[in-house]
């Protein structure tokens, strides 16, 4: 009875030990397997990359000092009753731009009086003219450096000569439309909104961009 005891335990523990060794052969043989997976994908993504042809380096375009294009972009906004017309121009490759319009100069007395009499004008950037959410239309028409240096110089003079406003002959959509016509684009009747003074000079001229002055 004995000797079947010991036989029974020492089958038990025998039993036990080889559970054991299996427990711990196996995740052995599973991490072994996993490695060579790893290692036989490194090895085809090594092949891969090494078949596959690399692209070609960027070749980054030479810097020129280009002058231009220029522009002069027709410009209306909200204003506290009809409106306001005006222009910005300068260089595309710049962020500076100036401003011409033609506003009355002083407070709203001097617009009340504009709409009976001549009063005294502002021709640089009034309140509004620089803010984006303002704006209510816009046509941008560009021009090389020859002809941009002519109309810059025209805005510049037609500056210098409007020192009054009124509302009926000398505002700000005749200010703009003696620009346009300058440059050789047709205009719209110039008694109208700023805005609708706009888009119905963009129509007229079909849109385009691009605006080549005649010979002097």
């Known amino acids: 009875m004995t000797n079947r005891a010991d036989?029974?335990?020492s089958c038990i523990l025998a039993g036990l030990a080889l559970a054991?060794?299996?427990?711990?052969?196996?995740?052995?043989?599973?991490?072994?397997?996993?490695?060579?997976?790893?290692?036989?994908?490194n090895a085809l993504a090594t092949s891969e990359t090494a078949s596959r042809p690399q692209p070609q380096a960027t070749r980054r375009?030479?810097?020129?000092?280009?002058?231009?294009?220029?522009?002069?972009?027709?410009r209306a906004r909200t204003?506290?009753?009809?409106?306001?017309?005006?222009?910005?121009?300068?260089?595309?490759?710049?962020k500076a731009v100036e401003v011409a319009g033609l506003t009355p100069a002083g407070d709203t007395l001097a617009y009340v009086l504009g709409?009976?009499?001549?009063?005294?004008?502002?021709?640089?950037?009034?309140?509004?003219?620089?803010?984006?959410?303002?704006?209510?239309a816009?046509?941008?028409v560009y021009l090389n450096e020859a002809d941009a240096k002519r109309v810059f110089a025209y805005i510049k003079k037609l500056q210098a000569n409007?020192?009054?406003?009124?509302?009926?002959t000398a505002n700000c959509t005749g200010f703009i439309g003696d620009i346009a016509e300058f440059m050789g684009l047709e205009v719209p009747n110039r008694w109208?909104?700023?805005?609708?003074?706009?888009?119905?000079?963009?129509?007229?001229?079909?849109?385009?961009q691009m605006v080549r002055l005649s010979a002097e």
């Open 20 to 41: 054991a060794m299996i427990a711990c052969t196996t995740p052995t043989a599973s991490a072994h397997e996993a490695n060579k997976r790893v290692a036989d994908a």
């Open 7 to 9: 036989r029974s335990g």
């Open 79 to 94: 204003a506290a009753s009809w409106g306001h017309a005006f222009v910005w121009y300068g260089k595309t490759s710049e």
């Open 138 to 140: 816009n046509y941008r």
């Open 61 to 74: 375009p030479v810097a020129r000092a280009e002058k231009g294009p220029y522009y002069v972009d027709f």
């Open 192 to 208: 109208q909104r700023p805005e609708k003074f706009v888009n119905r000079l963009k129509e007229m001229n079909g849109g385009r």
């Open 162 to 168: 409007s020192p009054v406003w009124n509302a009926e």
């Open 115 to 136: 709409h009976i009499t001549f009063v005294p004008s502002e021709t640089g950037a009034s309140y509004g003219d620089l803010d984006p959410e303002y704006l209510t």
